[in-house]
């Protein structure tokens, strides 16, 4: 009985630990090609999950069906607000460029409660609805489904950095802007490029949050803390290490609510992310 | 000199005699609002502003603050005075594991470890069940006066956050003044020189945030004896954490004036657009407020001190150039 508990607890903290992974990679690349750590992530998120939702609240059309039009519409407003916003302060001091994505994270909330009210939505009936029995354990399809959706993202993002002339050129802009743009790389195009995609990974995981997962104004707020915690201990900039690290958190959130009440996982979270970053400030994986 | 200290005496008579002024009890809050706004970006300002360490944490010491002196109070019946002191330094106490938590961080790492220890500070306090939970306490309205610091009417909540202000200000340019200011200009803008030169960066990272948090925290007591009422979502909010941060950032980061400066125009800005636009439940004023907060930090990245310091600068140089135009045979 304790075991199959514990195989649950240790499969549903992966499944959504997937989920957690696939925001933050979106995180750790802005912060990874400019140095600028994006508080509104958790926003672009919660853009996916209400894309989801109106998309199938009003045309009946079901979030994996809507999965790619979702990723579409949020990579195009990565890139616009990139070029109309960010862009303005990539040189600016840290300050300024933290308080602009703070504000974005307000504003969008704001915006999406002006618009959608803030009220819980869900989805309902959805293709993916249901529950799948394996062995001894239970999860349910829509998280299942979710997980795999998250792995195909990242492998996709993965595959696009390290085999494409682009993801070279993103890579190479990361690793070193100046060198980069004597490659006659251009930057501010590399810039768009991740937060486009940044926006486009944190808006995938709405969509396939949105199958399971109440859609409020506020919804970002939690994942936000999760991603930076998550991108800490993969090293910031790592794709690599982001995908092993969410996992990782997913498992710790779930295991220490069944320790010690639902109350406290995220404080467990937080614990391991400060002691975490008191011990090994560059992350479980980098190198001292 | 002379005349700096006549205008600012004249300025200390007028803000102090403005409650005979404005009576009118909304607008009254709206000034006792920007002084408690003030004098917590004041308090930030000292490890934010004056050691560039930027803290979006700093609620968990105004809520410790307020915490502490309320529990003292109903639970062992100590007078709020009292109760606030011991509020500042049980804040100080804890900065110290704050400090020592956070300090290996830079830059970014940093901002994200403070946040971190305030949301666990607030999930602490939210399931401790002896501070009230997450429905928080209640403060007995049994007495009126300066003696136990709850008072039916609101002057003197003005002068009590006026004071607590002037005093953050007091401590702000001792600092200034002493060894201390000026070790920590030199690890903000050189940590490696300042190392190099024996200064030890942790240590007085670690007074300018153990001052920072003592004055935060009076500010938190003082919060909750004129609301008689707390709880972990008021004292503990992210929000919280940024309007500090902010007040500063928008007056001018690390000078003396401009947090008072930034609580100005930002507390008259957020109620404004509160009264103007919040009466639908929509959440206008906030989008007003967040497009204000991100127009300022992309446009006047130093402050309004800043850009007028800036502006001042120009004009003397565009003078000096008619000048030496004049002046050219």
Known sequence: ?288 | MNRRLAIGLAALVVVLALPFVVTDPSRLNLLILVLMAAQIGVAWNLIGGYAGQISLGHAAFYGIGAYTSTLLLLKFGLNPWLGMLAAGATAAVLSLAFGWSCFRLKGHYFAMATIAVAELVQIVFTNWDYAGGAVGLTLPMNHDGWAWLVFAEKRPYYWLALSLLLLTLAATVLVERSHVGYYLRALKDEPDAARSIGIDITRYKQIALALSAFFTALGGSLYAQKELYIDPASVFSTALSIKMSLVAILGGIGTLLGPVLGAVVLTTIEELTRALFGGSGRGTDVVIYAALIIAIAVFYPSGLIGAYRSWRQRRRARSAAAVSREAAP
């Not at chain 1, 396939?208 to 919804?219: A, C, E, G, R, Y």
């Not at chain 1, 707020?221 to 969410?246: E, K, M």
């Open chain 1, 1 to 288: 009985m304790t075991a199959e508990i514990l195989l649950q607890t240790l499969a549903s903290g992966m499944l959504i630990g997937l989920i957690y992974a696939l925001v933050a990679i979106g995180l750790t690349m802005i912060f990874g090609v400019m140095n600028i750590v994006n508080f509104a992530h958790g926003e672009f998120m919660m853009l996916g999950m209400y894309s989801s939702f109106w998309l199938f609240a009003l045309f009946a059309l079901d979030p994996m069906l809507t999965l790619p039009l979702t990723v579409l519409m949020l990579f195009t407003f990565g890139v616009l607000l990139y070029r109309f916003v960010i862009r303005r302060i990539t040189d600016a001091p840290m300050v300024s460029q933290i308080f602009t994505t703070f504000g974005l994270m307000i504003l969008l909330r704001g915006v999406a409660q002006f618009l959608w009210k803030p009220d819980f939505r869900s989805i309902e009936n959805s293709w993916v609805s249901g529950t799948v029995r394996l062995g001894e354990i239970q999860l349910g399809r829509p998280q299942i489904v979710a997980g795999i959706g998250a792995i195909a993202v990242t492998l996709a993002v993965y595959t696009f950095l390290h085999g494409t002339k682009w993801g070279s050129a993103l890579e190479a802009t990361a690793a070193d802007k100046e060198a980069a743009q004597l490659m006659g790389i251009d930057a501010h195009k590399m810039f768009a490029l991740a937060w486009g995609i940044g926006a486009a990974c944190a808006g995938a995981a709405g969509a396939l949050l949105s199958t399971f997962f109440p859609i409020f104004p506020d919804v970002g707020a939690n994942f936000i803390l999760l991603a930076f915690v998550v991108v800490n201990l993969g090293g910031f900039g790592s794709i690599g290490g982001a995908f092993w690290a969410g996992i990782l958190v997913g498992v710790i959130e779930v295991v220490g609510g069944l320790l010690l009440g639902p109350q406290y996982k995220m404080a467990v979270v937080l614990v391991v992310f400060l002691g975490v970053l008191m011990f090994r400030p560059q992350g479980l994986r980098g190198k001292a």
